[in-house]
């Protein structure tokens, strides 16, 4: 029963003509613009894609069609925020989307893993040190801050995180932290990850690089954003601006401000 659901499901969408670059940039602008019918095309023509990616994690075939289903939803979020002028296809745009979301969902159906009981504290008191320093801050701590104030090494830390699947910003929406130790957690293909962190990372620059020059330079002086750069302090950063610490510290505020209203309108 279930395979002949999704043969007709794959007879049904390969009615929908592949588009060219052009056609996807043309879409893109419509769909910026409100057009509804312009996201139905470019989601319709890309249905297969979705499929191409939910086989990949179909280990069990009574699951396919609602890994579909999921990777739809990941599908339909790229469709809303795809912009021509990334300067790529949407199908390359739309992978790490349709990936997030088919992981979410098979996370959802997959047991915990059962960490070491070391790492396992060593994730929640990173958590614990982060709900500190973000009341101290006023912001989320970067892996350099909390490293320092628990007195260990910043790559032991990255080394912990990457036992859990949550991705860690500066951009939370005040409701959570930016490291949540998650105790479902599952191994992926770190292909897949990199892929999306990559946009991800992508989406993030492209919002820093939106603001005013002195307010983008004080946000990259100040966070890990290069892999040439660490982060610096206030006082680091005053000097290099020629302005007080206070001045820097108001410039960041407001920089902080406009990027996490930015981010949340567009779920990054």
Known sequence: MENEILTAYIKQIQSYPLLSAEQEKNLAKKIQNGDYKAKLQLINSNLRLVITVAKKYSKDSDLLMDIIQEGNLGLITAAEKFNESYGTRFSTYAFPW??????????????????????????????NYC??????????????????YMNIPAKKIQTLLE??????????????????????????????????RHYEKLEMHNLIDSLPEKEKKVIYYRYSLSDTMKGKTLRQVAKIMG?????????EAKAIKFLRTSALKHSI
Do not use: H, W
């Open 243 to 251: 302005v007080s610490a206070e001045c820097v510290r108001q410039i």
């Open 163 to 196: 036992f859990d699947y949550t991705f860690c910003s500066i951009f939370s929406d005040g409701k959570e932290n930016s490291f949540v130790y998650n105790a479902n957690s599952m191994e992926v293909s770190s292909v897949e990850m990199d892929f999306m």
């Open 98 to 127: 349709i990936t997030q979301s088919i992981l979410r969902f098979l996370q959802s159906k997959t047991s915990a893993i059962n960490l070491p009981y070391r790492k396992k504290e060593q994730l929640i008191q990173i958590k």
């Open 131 to 148: 709900n500190v320093l973000s009341q101290k801050l006023g912001r989320n701590p970067s892996i350099e801050e909390v490293a320092l």
